[in-house]
């Protein structure tokens, strides 16, 4: 049996559920602030990537703690709104991970957005508190032991299916965090050539 009841997902007020979180997930956070406070656009400097790593590389440290948490904040809010309406699990798996390619792939930059780290974290807050723990926990740990952000993220993301489906024996939980680790995987291919390669940049070097 799938872990996905289509006829739940495809109700009228679930699909403008979902497609609410794509269209909050595809505001750029880094592109805002940055603009607000007078900063390059981050699409034109450093890596490109319109995230708050690359927006701390423009030296202002609140600018990137402003984009992470509204990075965060578009992963989690739509969530926090749809537990309101009391909607079941698969809904909330389909608009966490909806809110998550429209940071990918935002439909207001032309489909070219983030890597989704911060907003999967803000997802894992909607879904499961315990998860997102569990990641924030990962992430420093790997983080602190090699000094490579991009490791710490895939690592601790990865972990989080088989955690799923261990502890919570939920498939529709376990599903959606699989498809959200092949999505984060997919946007950070080139961060996994560079590491191969011994060129990933270190946390706290350009």
Known sequence: MLPIDFIVLSQPSSLLLIIGSYIIGSISSAVLVSRSMGLADPRTVGSGNPGATNVLRSGNKKAAALTLIGDLAKGLLPLLVARQLQVGTELLCAM???????????????????????????????????????????????????AYSSLAALIATFSIPWIAGLALQDPSITLASSLIALLVCWRHRGNIRQLIQGKEAKIGKN
């Open 96 to 146: 966490a991970l909806a809110a998550i390619i429209g940071h990918m792939y935002p439909l207001f930059l032309k489909f070219k957005g983030g890597k989704g780290v911060a907003t999967t974290l803000g997802a894992l807050l909607g879904l499961n508190p315990i998860l997102a723990l569990v990641w924030i926990s990962l992430w420093l740990a790997v983080a602190k032991i090699t």
